[in-house]
T-cell receptor, first 117, second 114 residues
């Protein structure tokens, strides 16, 4: 597609439930990133996928968080047993950046606003 | 480790006035630096980037930023603010030489007063 698409745009869930957030990157972009944006905070890195390489999961805050990327395209971020502190905007970005040139910059989706009640 | 510090979480300027958003970076190696803009309920959009070429970088919508190594700064400026510039602005840093995560600042919300 023309841009990075995220769904749903808004999600309200009850504490303890699992949620899945979806990201469709720009076609041909090999790199895909998930960030979390909490009120008054910067963007917190969660996970990075690059082609067929093992993902960099170093930013995932707990084992309740996981992500996968199928066929090098669509990615799903799953949060199990959601807690109120998980409430945030989850942003996905994709990039043409390769390992030796991180300077292409990212294209971001509009995000999923997750509210845990 | 790399980091960026954005001074001022909120900045207000009058329409037509100079916009100055401050960003200082910390990096043990030559950095790549970015400014992104986020309009309400939207994702982030790349404004401009510094990648060790010219130290004065021009971006979209009339914004520019100057890389000053001696001051470890990469401040964003625009000579004349427009109402449509009201948004949140993020400074970010990464480095060359293999895969490196991009680290973002905490953002500065720009308010433009008519």
């Amino acid at each position: 597609g023309a841009g990075v698409s995220q769904s749903p745009s808004n999600k309200v869930t009850e504490k303890g439930k699992d949620v899945e957030l979806r990201c469709d990157p720009i076609s041909g972009h090999t790199a895909l990133y998930w960030y979390r944006q909490s009120l008054g905070q910067g963007l917190e890195f969660l996970i990075y996928f690059q082609g067929n390489s093992a993902p960099d999961k170093s930013g995932l805050p707990s084992d309740r968080f996981s992500a996968e990327r199928t066929g090098g395209s669509v990615s799903t971020l799953t949060i199990q047993r959601t807690q109120q502190e998980d409430s945030a905007v989850y942003l996905c970005a994709s990039s043409l950046a390769h390992l030796d040139d991180p300077a292409f910059g990212y294209t971001f989706g509009s995000g999923t606003r997750l509210t845990v009640v | 480790a790399q980091s960026v510090t954005q001074l001022g979480s909120h900045v207000s300027v009058s329409e037509g006035a100079l916009v100055l958003l401050r960003c200082n970076y910390s990096s043990s190696v030559p950095p790549y630096l970015f400014w992104y803009v986020q309009y309400p309920n939207q994702g982030l959009q790349l404004l401009l980037k510094y990648t060790s070429a010219a130290t004065l970088v021009k971006g979209i919508n009339g914004f520019e930023a100057e890389f000053k190594k001696s001051e470890t700064s990469f401040h964003l400026t625009k000579p004349s603010a427009h109402m449509s510039d009201a948004a949140e602005y993020f400074c970010a840093v990464t480095r060359s030489g293999g895969y490196q995560k991009v680290t973002f600042g905490t953002g500065t919300k720009l308010q433009v007063i008519p």
